[in-house]
Every structure is written in C-alpha cells, then in structure tokens.
C-alpha cells in the first residue's frame, strides 16, 4: 500500500540555522505530494505542494521538490527562525491533487533554540 | 484563509458510551470532509471519507458501524464513536474540503478518552 517516510525527531536546531526534513515515499499511483504544518494548539495547515515530477512547492522559505527517481521529497529552509517551531508532516495522494484522503509520515517535530 | 472548527475539542467518557463529535466549516461550504485519526507518535490515518448527502465512504479495516459519520449538510459533519470501548481513544482530526478546491483544511482535533 501506500506509505510515507520522514524522520523522526524531534529536531533541534539554532536560529538562522539551514534545515532539512527528509521524506519519502511509496504509491502504487502518480502522487501529489505535500508538506502540511502544524503549530501548537492549532490545526494542521498546508505549507506547500508539488503534483508531478521536478516540480518545486514554496512557501515562507520553505521548499521541497518532487524527485520521482529517488521517491522523495525533502522539505528544506535556508535560514530557520524560532516561530518555525512546529511539527511537519509529509503527505501524498494518490487519488487526484490532494482531493481525496491523505497518507501521512509520522510527523517531525521541529525545536528551534534561540 | 478556510477555517475548520471541532467539537468537542476534548472528551472522556465511560466504556459503553456513545460519543459524538463534531466538524464545521466556518467560511465555505465542504463538499467533502475526512475524517482522520492519529495514535500518540503515529501518523494521522484516515479513516473515512464524506460527501455531502452521501453515505460515507470507509476505509479498509476501520468499522462502519462503530465509526457512524453524517455529512447532512455543506458546513457540518458529524462523527459518532458507538460503544465506545478503551482502545477507541485516539485523537480524532477532520478536514475539508470545498467544491473545485484540491486543498484540504483541518481542525484542531478531538482528544477522546474511554474509560
């Protein structure tokens, strides 16, 4: 079935640090791939999205790109700051651009120390 | 930007109960809402899928007749864990979704706790 990878944290980083979230995947389909946020207390929010190969989804800094060879799609800040503090889920649908229900990973959650 | 709201936000109720919780779209009207439930360090699963006016459908292993999901109108979904037993205690998250949009918006979840 399908499935989705990422790794597990939690993370901590410094301010102003470069970060990268690993994640991969599995589908029997063509994916849409995403990366959902979601900070304390509060519901999980769309952070960005890529629906075919070598597409790059961006959004407040953040950047992934769909690799289709390497099954991947790495989630990636050049400089973080400690409001990013957050858990990140990678996610994938195999059923149309994210219309349909959702694969999750684990979750990551991300500590940045100022 | 979309906002989805549940409840109750958390619940505890005794083993035999039944539970209803509740999902609203609060700005747009949700042609479709999924339901979601997520183990403590687990991934979020889904559980089932809602069209408005339709009978919802389910996902392989999880039991339509326990997990009763009612989709009567375009802002409201409802969940209802029947004889609620221990091992149903999860956190239970729904999203929506509105007609030509392929973006998903999710509420903040339910904490349910059977005793």
């Known amino acids: 079935g399908d499935s989705v990878t990422q790794m597990e944290g939690p993370v901590t980083l410094s301010e102003e640090a470069f970060l990268t979230i690993n994640c991969t995947y599995t589908?029997?389909?063509?994916?849409?791939l995403f990366w959902y946020v979601q900070y304390p207390g509060e519901g999980l929010q769309l952070l960005l999205k890529?629906?075919?190969?070598?597409d790059k989804g961006s959004n407040k800094g953040f950047e992934a790109t769909y690799r289709k060879e390497t099954t991947s799609f790495h989630l990636e800040k050049g400089s973080v700051q400690v409001s990013d503090s957050a858990v990140y889920f990678c996610?994938?649908?195999?059923?149309?651009?994210?219309?349909?229900?959702?694969?999750f990973g684990k979750g990551t959650h991300l500590i940045i120390q100022p | 930007g979309a906002v989805v709201s549940q409840h109750p936000s958390w619940v505890i109720c005794k083993s035999g109960t039944s539970v209803k919780i509740e999902c609203r779209s609060l700005?747009?009207?949700?042609?479709?809402m999924f339901w979601y439930r997520q183990f403590p360090k687990q991934s979020l699963m889904l559980m089932a899928t809602s069209n408005e006016g339709s009978k919802a459908t389910y996902e392989q292993g999880v039991e339509k007749d326990k997990f009763l999901i009612n989709h009567a109108s375009l802002t409201l979904s409802t969940l209802t864990v029947t004889s609620a037993h221990p091992e149903d205690s999860s956190f239970y998250i729904c999203?929506?979704?509105?007609?030509?949009?392929?973006?998903?918006?999710f509420g903040p979840g339910t904490r349910l706790t059977v005793l």
């Open positions: 890529a629906t075919k190969a070598d």
């Open positions: 589908a029997t389909g063509y994916p849409s």
């Open positions: 700005d747009f009207q949700a042609t479709t």
């Open positions: 996610a994938l649908s195999v059923r149309g651009g994210g219309a349909d229900g959702l694969t």
């Open positions: 999203s929506a979704r509105g007609s030509g949009v392929d973006t998903q918006y």
